[in-house]
């Protein structure tokens, strides 16, 4: 059986006088059904780009390129972009991060949920309509019916968030994408809309990237993790392996810096990374780390770093072999 | 306890809402008898959701409103008789955001110096030395003292906006949710940086947050803020260990730490939002609360003390539930 998305060698590249820009570099993985591949990195490291480079919603000036990428066995490079549109929201769709800006506020909530399920299934207004308070329902909103004639500033961030992701799975695609879908919220409502999506997803055998920089998330939520440096994947493993055992010393260096309660002593100094994310822009040569690691030493340039493979699924792009690295992330691992 | 230096004292404050276009205006309860207090050197968490009345605290302990009843006291001194700038001398903020509270058009060197000129201390001379000093301490290369905002990271925006907080040396630090909006990685340096500071010049931190693993790593009490109350106040380990109010215990549920396999909790909060206009009958928290009692919608709960708990305002732990005025 082959996965429901497969993506390889993505890459995403803004051109520009001064050399071209490229914060996603190369990035390869897959995603079966009813499983939650959680992408986490830091800011600019690339994640959000590498979720709109997959749906096609990248700037036009932006280029994208892959080896292959397809969903259900089904090419999306290519495509037109009325072909595309048939699958955005349809077979995949994406929730967004600030449930805010997000949904249009001159339409009511009612017309934006039942107007991607008109353009897909051509149905009459009232069908829509009696799926959008299903959906509404589904997601956990009391009074669905009395919710459609509301404006998007009626409500608050969490029941935004929430016809948000009634709305992404109003056609009940087999891949939804979440870009940060809680950083806006309040922690029990973060709580309550990952209770949510996770349940959503089992009950539908949906498929899921979920894009984040919170370790926490990503550790109770995830079946499989990536996680990003730079434009590159640098680590991947399921939830388990990489909170365990984490090999690369971005992925180690990340666990020391978050404060457990229980674990780290109150008032000790947490783990932190030094310098700052390299700019990329044109080639970086090397391991994209290196300046960061500290363990850096001649062999991590120039020559691009590639990921080692320790077994199907688990790799790390270091040039140290993985039982030295297991080593050194004994400290930090959960 | 004499070394408290700062105090809130039964705290109240209103604000007028419009409710829309010829409405009459309405009245939010922003904060609801607050007391809460500082003692010199120590750390304090006040956490609880956006909403709750955190940052309007926060204002009245910076003297920047006046509370409609009760006061606060700095020093033991009512802090409505101290001048602005008298406070300022010994309260400082720094705010949550590093992007929106530094000015963009001034250089970094005059946004940290700021306060020195306001209170009008030292020479142009003197005034730059203590700046290079200040970047230092913050571990701010001085080499971006001609920098404009934009040109630095948000943690080093954040590292500005320390410097400029202990400029003039206060003894005092609000800090509302000062990591909040940096990166992981960012958040572990910035903490760092403000244990060391706090080690290096004795200074007591009130540090708001909705992040209780940032408060309990920081602080060595806390305060749980629910809808203009304040709902529990106990150390930082006993809050952990054991909270008492069922909101402390949804807000611990729900703070996801790095442990795979735990899944995500379900907190059984609902989805009916507080709404500080229109507070519920009796306890607030009733529409949410999954032990809620027959009584919990009609009486307002007192505060009691529960075990090593020293404020709860749960009718859980009182023993006979008298009636109180709502």
């Known amino acids: ?334 | 306890m004499t070394d408290v230096v700062l105090e809130a004292r039964d705290v109240h404050c209103s604000f007028k809402v419009s409710t829309g276009f010829m409405r009459p205006k309405r009245l939010l309860r922003a904060v609801n008898g607050v007391s809460l207090n500082l003692r010199a050197g120590e750390s304090v968490g006040l956490v609880g959701e956006s909403g709750c009345g955190k940052t309007t605290v926060a204002m009245m302990l910076l003297g920047l409103i006046r509370p409609a009843r009760g006061e606060v006291r700095l020093d033991g001194l009512p802090m409505h008789e101290l001048d602005q700038r008298d406070i300022a001398r010994r309260v400082q903020p720094i705010f949550q955001d590093p992007y929106s509270s530094l000015n963009p058009r001034k250089r970094i060197a005059d946004i940290i110096a700021l306060p020195l000129r306001v209170h009008r201390m030292g020479s142009t001379d003197d005034r730059r030395k203590k700046v290079v000093e200040m970047m230092d301490m913050v571990g701010l290369s001085p080499r971006y003292a001609d920098s404009y905002p934009d040109q630095l990271s948000g943690g080093q925006r954040q590292r500005v906006a320390i410097a400029r907080a202990l400029i003039m040396r206060p003894r005092i630090v609000i800090c509302d949710e000062p990591t909040s909006s940096l990166d992981v990685s960012m958040q572990s340096q910035i903490l760092n940086l403000l244990l060391d500071l706090q080690r290096e010049l004795g200074l007591a931190y009130l540090l708001i947050s909705h992040n209780l693993a940032v408060v309990e790593h920081m602080a060595v009490r806390a305060y749980v803020m629910y809808l203009g109350r304040v709902v529990e106040e106990t150390d930082s380990e006993q809050l952990f260990r054991a909270p008492a109010h069922p909101y402390t215990r949804a807000l611990l549920a729900s703070v996801l730490t790095p442990e795979p396999g735990r899944g995500v909790p379900d907190t059984h909060l609902g989805v009916a939002y507080a709404n500080s206009i229109d507070p519920p009958s009796g306890c607030t928290f009733h529409p949410r609360c999954t032990k809620a009692m027959a009584v919990c919608s009609t009486i307002v709960p007192h505060p009691v003390t529960h075990g090593a708990t020293r404020h709860v305002e749960c009718h859980l732990y009182s023993e006979a539930p008298n009636p109180a005025p709502v």
């Open chain 1, 1 to 334: 059986m082959t996965a429901l998305l497969e993506v390889d060698g993505l890459s995403v590249t803004f051109p520009a006088t001064a050399g071209d820009f490229r914060p996603v570099r190369d990035v390869s993985f897959s995603v079966d059904r009813g499983e939650t591949l959680c992408i986490v990195g830091e800011s600019g490291c690339g994640k959000s780009l590498t979720a709109l480079a997959l749906m096609g919603l990248l700037p036009k000036w932006a280029r994208r390129d892959a080896r292959r990428l397809e969903l259900q066995g089904r090419d999306l490079v290519g495509l037109t972009e009325r072909q595309l549109a048939d699958i955005r929201g349809r077979r995949m769709s994406m929730v967004f991060q600030e449930p805010m800006t997000s949904l249009n506020p001159a339409y009511t909530v009612g017309e934006q949920l039942s107007e991607t399920y008109r353009r897909h299934y051509l149905s009459r207004r009232g069908v829509a309509r009696d799926r959008a308070i299903y959906l509404l329902e589904t997601v956990g909103i009391t009074a669905a019916a009395s919710r459609l004639r509301q404006y998007p500033h009626q409500l608050s961030g969490g029941l935004r968030q929430r016809v948000m992701i009634a709305m992404a799975l109003i056609c009940e695609p087999n891949l939804i994408i979440a870009d940060e879908p809680t950083t806006a919220l309040d922690v029990t409502i973060q709580a309550q809309i990952l209770h949510l999506l996770s349940a959503l997803q089992k009950r539908f055998g949906m498929g899921m990237v979920l894009i984040t920089h919170d370790l926490g998330i990503v550790a109770r939520v995830a079946t499989r993790v990536a996680v990003m440096y730079a434009g590159q994947i640098v680590e991947t493993g399921t939830v388990d392996e990489v909170f365990a055992n984490p090999l690369h010393p971005y992925t180690q260096a990340l666990l020391r810096c978050i404060p457990v309660p229980g674990r780290v002593k109150r008032g000790e100094h947490l783990g932190s990374i030094p310098g700052a994310v390299p700019t990329l822009m044109g080639d970086l040569g090397g391991c994209h780390f290196r300046n960061r690691c500290a363990y850096a030493h001649a062999a991590c340039a120039p020559d691009p770093i590639l990921m080692n493979e320790v077994t199907p699924g688990r790799g790390y792009r270091c040039v140290v072999p993985a039982a030295i690295c297991a080593a050194r992330g004994h400290g930090a691992a959960a």
